[in-house]
């Protein structure tokens, strides 16, 4: 590895996945440059409605992420850019990268819009699967980022319009292609994936049945933001349709296709939006039809359970031989095969269940990065390297390296960062430049003295609120100073000139009336701030999205309301106050809480990141369950127990790593930054972030005689005597889910089908002549693993379904084992004497869970394990600060798994320990002791647990009051609701503050 | 006829309430932002707050607006399980109970006030919420705190 290192990282694909790796990666002190072949960042999941298990609306949590990308001073977001060559090695890349012309020139552009709404073109609107038109000037979805404009070359027609409309003078039509270096240290592929063509499997009629859509379409459809505005209707004439069919498996688990394996995410993909789409339109009804039903995640059985109980969606199990179209209605009839009986039934519409295929024009781009693929043209990765290519200092996350869900992408968009930023550890912080800025003016005690600056955007506002009179409105209202209107106040000369204004006319307050805070406020509190003022002293008012779009027909009105708000903002932003940036001391180690894999994993990556850290496991040994697993389902052929051996030397051998055997957790005190634990052997530890990685235990069978016959075992005891050659089996049947997936433990227990697959696959190598039946109730071979499923179906493994109704029995005859089973396929009730029977047993929570979620105050979710901060976007933070999670103890799961989410509570945690000094936001709650009477009615609905009831002694009395721990708090306001005293306060949105912008309002003019 | 005459005269000069909508940032009031971009027109009569949270908007300053001449307030906040903040938009539903037994002491209507969700993508409902909020304000009439 060279000796010169550079601190920065090169993430390739702006999706979810390239977000969270860039988000990490500049939060921990590392410099950015996130390129996108698109013109804009966001993905996939920008197109997406709503996301499953929780329903949340995509573009509601995604946005911040969104938002905080484009705005990071780390982050540099490349568009439109392509790699075209990489040179040099880990440490030290050096990056050729081509750039296609935006034609919109960047700086200029305010994304305000009029080019695109003037533009005559009608082109295929790729963001909405080509189900509408925009223009050939156009911006990808309305919160796209960066927020500019793109002229597409193939499209114009080089008529000038946008040219004449924008006033910013920002069209560029003889821009050019661009080709330019970065030097960076390392490099994170999140590049994403195409969707199969749906075409290819003729019988669907997809392309030729107007009504026969894809998955991704009917997103679309349900989305607010598409086509039809959320209504569901059918493309052949726009009805409402009554029914639906949902057909999965539409170019996965097809050797035909060339997908052979499971995309990992259509079947939950369908219930949601057979959920959402009954919701949007009372009395639809859904109908799915699947193979296996694959809802393995955290909480997805229960999903799946109320999509069958709740919504009343009807599954069937089979593969749909053909979809017909009745031509007078356009309806089609989906012809299948149920209990061994061929049906016919018809439907309005049909959606195909698309899988995941490798990014388009994958094998160039692994060529000129210099990285392996696997069989399907995804990358190549192994089990114990989930994160890393065939190349040193290229990581890879996402769908990239097999098809996942969201929350799987996120924890390993984290690790990757980490494995991105531990080889360049050194150079953390040093191609960060912190902005410069002006000494700050005190105005403390003066008198506001409020500057309004009011925007034309161009025509947007202008073009209907009459803007001069608003100015000239300004002027009258309390503690103006200066008002003036600015055709964009967002451009470059107009920041300059309000720097110049707040000098001239000595200002301590601004207000910029344009559009929306929640993308301009950044900018212009910066410029506030370049102006001498605390960035505080600024507010907005929305005068576009809320005046001139909105009441486009009603310039009078429109005028009015601009004036109104104007009064709002001014009477707010006299109250205001400068505010300061909390600092926090940070012990700069961590504490890892359990030594299996995903601890030890943990403990090392944040020692190769130069932290200090304290690894604690109750037991003598490291290795937890991996001491127990002797071999995987790889390609590679990886041996568990020789790379246990490594690691525990790795851990064992790091003078980073403060190991701590046979000890356990007493107590945890302090918060994000600053914590104090106590061990059981009284050790006493000062840490900033706690990762919890306790691990989960394999379930203990009370049915199947377990215990009571030594024949009838589990897998884990199966994989044992099979490694260590005690047994050799003839004949062997596996009961799938024992434990899991039944009342009282409704959750999947993710990893068994797989083991299954993989014990069966063992006996087979060492007697192939071994009879081995498998009782199912779902194959869940997710991804690449469905090859091994396919293997072990060739090799002669028998496969049979059970359901609920129709558990398999196991009794003795005189010495014999006997399993007694409903074929459904035979539809007769056969009974089998193996030699064996093996129980894939659930992976059980820890049962002492419940004691360290009190002492993090952390919760559990309802099955007792630990509860993440968001199933979706945060799958290994606890709202907790500074408390992260991974391994089983999230829920079980594969190795691969494992390791990627320990990296991903390393990155997650390294956001915090990059400073001696973490800066929080201001605008969080502030105690007014004198108000605060000790009532203690705000502390039960924090939902953060920041505030606590104290005492101290005031002129010789106790006074009772409440602490609000700055780390913790995040500024909601809850608090702040629930007083009845003003004994609390939102710093930014006081009680005050807001009671004035509505007196304001209330004010008749 | 002279009755006829004088709702002829009600009739020009229509009821123009004024209505405070107080908006959490996170999903309603890119929401509100949403249905700007996508220009879609709604009635004038609205005057939103940025609030962070549906959660933080004490009771009392929501009987400060409708006892000090506010027509109608319109809450929105996040849909349940979509809070930024975990939970504020369901202490925000808790509260509203509460608050529609003071507008009951005040005399005030309990249609005065109502409670939505509005997420991120739904710039179209947010625009309908609020046609459908000004009509039903309207059909109320003035507040009968209305200072003028």
């Known amino acids: ?1005 | 006829m002279e009755e006829g005459a004088a709702e002829g005269v009600t009739q020009e000069e229509e009821f123009e309430p004024l209505i405070l909508a107080i908006c959490c940032n996170w999903c309603s009031y890119t929401g509100a932002d949403l249905a700007g971009t996508s220009r879609l027109q709604y009635p004038h009569n609205i005057r939103i707050i940025r609030v962070m949270c549906s959660g933080m908007v004490h009771p009392n300053l929501v009987i400060d607006a409708l006892s000090k001449g506010a027509d109608g307030v319109l809450m929105c906040g996040c849909h349940p399980g979509d809070c930024h903040y975990l939970e504020g938009n369901l202490k925000a539903e808790k509260r509203a109970d509460a608050l529609f037994l003071m507008l009951e002491d005040l005399g005030i209507e309990p249609e005065r006030y109502r409670l939505e969700w509005v997420s991120a993508s739904e710039g179209q409902r947010f625009a309908e919420l609020m046609k459908d909020f000004t009509d039903t304000i309207k059909s109320l009439g003035p507040s009968p705190y209305k200072m003028y």
């Open chain 1, 1 to 1005: 590895m060279s000796n010169d290192k550079v601190g920065a990282v090169l993430v390739v694909g702006g999706g979810i996945s390239g977000m969270q790796s860039s988000l990490d990666l500049a939060d921990a002190g590392f410099k950015v440059y996130l390129i996108d072949k698109l013109p804009s960042i966001g993905g996939v999941m920008s197109q997406l409605d709503k996301t499953f298990p929780t329903n949340d609306c995509a573009m509601c949590i995604m946005a911040p992420k969104l938002v905080g990308t484009g705005r990071h001073h780390n982050i540099e977001v490349i568009s439109n850019t392509e790699i075209e060559s990489i040179e040099g090695e880990a440490g030290n890349f050096n990056v050729n990268l081509v750039r296609r012309p935006r034609r919109i020139n960047e700086e200029k552009c305010t994304g305000c819009g009029v080019c695109g709404a003037k533009c005559p073109v009608e082109a295929i609107d790729e963001y909405n699967w080509g189900l509408t038109r925009r223009g050939a000037t156009f911006i990808r979805y309305p919160q796209s980022v960066p927020l500019k404009f793109m002229i597409d070359k193939e499209k114009c027609i080089g008529c000038g319009i946008c040219q004449e409309e924008c006033k910013a003078e920002a069209v560029e039509y003889d821009q050019e292609e661009q080709k330019f270096d970065l030097n960076v240290g390392s490099i994170v592929l999140s590049p994403g994936y195409s969707m199969f063509d749906p075409s290819l499997k003729t019988e669907y009629g997809y392309g030729r049945y107007k009504n026969v859509v894809s998955s991704m379409e009917f997103e679309r459809f349900l989305s607010a933001t598409g086509p039809f505005a959320g209504t569901v209707m059918r493309p052949s004439d726009g009805d409402i349709p009554e029914k639906v069919a949902f057909l999965q498996c539409v170019g996965s688990r097809d050797s035909q296709a060339g997908s052979e394996y499971c995309s990992s995410v259509c079947c939950m993909f369908a219930m949601k939006e057979a959920i959402i789409a009954q919701e949007h339109s009372e009395g639809l009804k859904s109908h799915i039809f699947f193979m296996d039903l694959r809802a393995f995640g955290k909480e997805f059985d229960d999903y799946y359970t109320r999509a069958q109980e709740e919504h009343k969606i009807k599954f069937t199990r089979c593969r749909v031989a053909e979809v017909r179209e009745v031509p007078e209605t356009n309806n089609l009839i989906i012809k299948y095969v149920e209990d061994g009986e061929v049906k016919e039934e018809e439907f309005n519409m049909v959606v195909l269940s698309t899988g995941f295929r490798p990014p388009e024009n994958v094998k160039e781009f692994a060529e000129t990065l210099g990285i392996d693929l696997n069989k399907y043209d995804f990358c190549s990765t192994g089990v114990f390297s989930p994160l890393e290519t065939s190349r040193e200092g290229v990581y890879v996350s996402g769908v990239f390296n097999g098809p996942k869900d969201i929350p799987d992408t996120v924890a390993q968009a984290s690790g990757a960062a980490a494995k991105a930023s531990s080889i360049i550890s050194s150079e953390r912080g040093k191609m960060i430049t912190p902005k410069e800025y002006p000494p700050e003016r005190d105005v403390l005690g003066e008198d506001p003295r409020i500057g309004v600056f009011i925007c034309h955007c161009g025509i947007n506002i202008g073009g209907v609120v009459n803007v001069p009179d608003v100015v000239e409105y300004a002027k009258t209202l309390p503690n103006v100073e200066h008002a003036e209107h600015n055709l964009y106040t967002c451009s470059e000369d107009t920041q300059k000139g309000i720097k110049e204004k707040i000098v001239e006319h000595n200002l301590n307050r601004v207000i910029v009336a344009s559009c929306t805070p929640r993308t301009h406020e950044p900018l212009f509190r910066s410029t506030t701030k370049e102006g001498g003022l605390n960035p505080y002293l600024f507010e907005m008012a929305n005068i576009r999205d809320q005046c001139s779009w909105v009441h486009m027909h009603d310039a009078d009105n429109a005028t009015k309301k601009a004036k109104d708000l104007v009064r709002m903002a001014v009477a707010k932003s006299r109250l205001l106050e400068p505010l300061y940036k909390l600092e926090l001391n940070v012990f700069q180690s961590g504490l890892v809480i359990g030594g299996g894999l995903s601890g030890m994993t943990a403990a090392l990556e944040m020692a190769k990141q130069g932290f200090e850290v304290h690894l604690v496991e109750r037991e003598k040994e490291l290795g937890g369950n991996l001491r127990n697993i002797y071999h995987v389902l790889s390609e590679k052929g990886e041996d568990p127990q020789k790379m246990l051996k490594e690691i525990i030397e790795k851990v064992k051998n790091d003078d980073k790593i403060k190991l701590h055997l046979e000890t356990t957790v007493k107590s945890i005190e302090g918060f994000m930054g600053s914590f104090t634990t106590e061990l059981s052997d009284d050790t006493k530890i000062e840490h900033g972030v706690v990762i919890v990685a306790t691990g989960g235990q394999e379930y203990k069978p009370t049915e199947y005689l377990y215990r009571e016959d030594s024949r009838v075992l589990t897998q884990m005891d199966l994989e044992g005597k099979l490694a260590k050659d005690e047994i050799k089996p003839n004949s062997v049947v596996m009961i799938q889910c024992v434990g899991s997936r039944i009342e009282e433990r409704p959750y999947c227990s993710r990893i068994c089908c797989a083991d299954a697959i993989k014990n069966a696959l063992k006996i087979k190598e060492k007697n192939p002549d071994a009879q081995i039946i498998v009782l199912y109730k779902d194959i869940r071979s997710y991804g690449f693993r469905e090859d091994y499923y396919r293997e072990a179906a060739d090799k002669g493994v028998r496969f049979i379904r059970y359901d609920d109704e129709n558990k398999p029995e196991v009794t003795k005859e005189g010495d014999d084992l006997v399993v007694s089973i409903n074929d459904p396929i035979l539809g007769e009730h056969i009974k089998i004497k193996p030699e064996y029977v093996v129980l894939s047993a659930a992976t059980l929570p820890q049962p002492d869970n419940e004691e360290l979620a009190k002492m993090l105050k952390i919760p559990l979710s309802k099955d007792k394990f630990f509860l993440e901060a968001h199933m979706k976007l945060r799958p290994v933070d606890f709202a907790t600060e500074g408390v992260f999670l991974c391994g089983l103890a999230h829920s079980p799961k594969f190795i691969d798994e494992s390791i990627s989410q320990a990296c991903g509570a390393v990155s997650r945690a390294c956001t915090i320990l990059s400073d001696e000094i973490m800066e929080l936001e201001p605008t969080i709650s502030e105690i007014i002791d004198e108000n605060c009477d000790g009532c203690a009615y705000c502390i039960d609905p924090c939902p953060f647990n920041a505030l606590t009831l104290i005492e101290y002694m005031r002129n010789g009395n106790v006074k009772k009051t409440v602490e609000r721990n700055e780390a913790a708090c995040k500024g909601c306001g809850v608090c702040m609701a629930t007083c009845p005293k003003r004994g609390v306060m939102v710093k930014g949105f006081t009680l005050d503050q807001i009671s004035a912008m509505i007196g304001a309002a209330l004010e008749v003019v």
